[in-house]
C-alpha cells in the first residue's frame, strides 16, 4: 500500500518535471515556517503572565520617572516585541504567492514543450500533445495546492499576531498610566 502510494507520488512529481522540485522545496519551507511561527504563537498565548512580567520588568529597570522618556520606552518595548511577533509572517505570506507563480512557470514550460513537440512530430501524435499539457496542468495543480492551504494559514496566523499585539499594546497603555502600581528597579 505505501509503496503503491509513494510511486504514484513520485509518478506524480516526474509528471510535473524539473518545476516541481522548487514547489517541493517552496512547500516544505513555507510549511515549516508556519508551523515554527503557529507554535511561537501558542506558547505566547499560553504564557500570558510570563511575557507581561517580561514587559513590565524591562518597563520597571529602565523607567525614569520623566512622563515623556517613559512613553518613548514603553513605546519601543511595544515594537521590539511587535517586530518578534511579526517575523516570518510576511515570508509565509510571499512563498503562498510564489507558490502559483512556480506553477504558472511549470505551465509554461508544459506548452512550450508542447508546441515543440507538435513542431516535430505535428499535430496528430497524441501521446506527445498530451504529456506537455499533462505537466503543464500538474504543475498548476501543485502550484494552487501549495498556495491556497498557505494563504489560509497565513492570514490566520496574522491575525492572531495582530490580536496577541494587541494585549501587549494594552499591557503597555496600563504601564504608562499616570499614577499606575509601577514596580521598583
Known sequence: MWRTALEAGLGYLRTGGWVMLPLVLLSLWLWFLVFLKARELWRLRRADRLWRADLEAAYAARRTGDPGLDAKLLHALFHR??????????????????????????????????????????????????????????????????AIPGLFAGSLLRRRAARHKARVQRQCLLLGRPGAPQARP
Open 81 to 146: 516585541h511587535e517586530a518578534a511577533v511579526d517575523r516570518h509572517l510576511g515570508t509565509i505570506l510571499v512563498l503562498a504567492g510564489a507558490a502559483p507563480l512556480l506553477g504558472l512557470l511549470g505551465t509554461v514550460t508544459g506548452m512550450i514543450r508542447t508546441f515543440a513537440d507538435m513542431a516535430v512530430l505535428g499535430a496528430g501524435n497524441v501521446k506527445a500533445l498530451s504529456a506537455g499539457i499533462s505537466a503543464a496542468l500538474v504543475t498548476t495543480q501543485a502550484g494552487l495546492a501549495v
